[in-house]
């Protein structure tokens, strides 16, 4: 978001979207783990119980991507939308890192990625209301193509375009910035006089 400009994002405190979707996903990392526990501790009634659970865990993590996707469609309306009508721009701090090809892609692969994780997950939730013994949850094939696939290819994209790369020359623009001359660097200043008495002082 700060790429382009935090300003356009529906809630303009970048770290609140942190501490909300980490405890989110806490949430729903441990009514799955609690899911998977209960149903592996054998017996039909806890099976059942377990899979309620694991569907649960599963609905939380949609709910999760679904606030996501709507919250990110917002930053990217305003951006368009108002980046050309008003005062807001984009950041001309980030420009060449936002024009490169490689940012583009890595833009890219979150949206393909994003795509896939929702095939993934719903593909989940159908098969645990089935019960344990049912044909769809036996198909070792869905398994492959709809659930493990899709981690796999999400995994390799974000592997080969990687978010953190713009992120690290962002801070390096930062640093660039407020990096004072050094003692020895000469610096330059320009009087509000004619041209003929620039001066140049040592610093």
Known sequence: MKLYNSEFCPIKNVSDYRIFFAILDFIAFIILLAGCGVA??????RSVVGAHCI???LVIQLVIMIIFTVLA???FFNM????SKSSLKLDDRYSKIRDTPY???VLF???ISIFLFYIRTIYRIVQMSGSFNSRLHRNETLLLVLDAAMVAISVVLLTIFYP????QKMRDVKEKKNTKP?????ELKIDDEPASKTSITAV
């Open 103 to 105: 940012a583009g892609s």
């Open 164 to 167: 953190g790369l713009p992120t």
């Open 55 to 57: 569907i649960a865990g």
């Open 73 to 75: 469609s917002v930053f």
């Open 40 to 45: 592996g501790d054998g017996g039909e009634h």
């Open 80 to 83: 368009y939308s108002h980046s």
């Open 109 to 111: 692969s979150i949206l």
């Open 182 to 186: 050094e003692d020895g660097e000469l």
